[in-house]
């Protein structure tokens, strides 16, 4: 981030469980609400500001659910 001039992030809840639902219905990973926390950033409206309409962004799902069955 430093070398980007990135920026961190900190979202609610709803947001988390927003872009959880998203990742899990449009890619079929079973992503877990932690992993898939780096898409309720990008979905945070003041985010705007930072990523030009056409930008390319990567989004990282790091960790799968991992409730009991």
Do not use: C, K, Y
């Not at 979202?11 to 877990?32: F, P, Q």
């Not at 990523?51 to 960790?63: K, M, S």
């Amino acid at each position: 981030m430093l070398r980007s001039e990135g920026q961190a992030r900190v979202v609610g809840e709803e947001m988390i469980s927003r872009a959880n639902r998203l990742a899990r219905t449009h890619t079929g990973i079973d992503v877990g609400h932690t992993g898939s926390a780096g898409l309720a950033g990008l979905l945070d409206p003041s985010v705007t500001e930072f990523v030009d309409r056409g930008q390319a962004v990567v989004v990282l799902f790091t960790g799968i659910d991992r409730h009991d069955p």
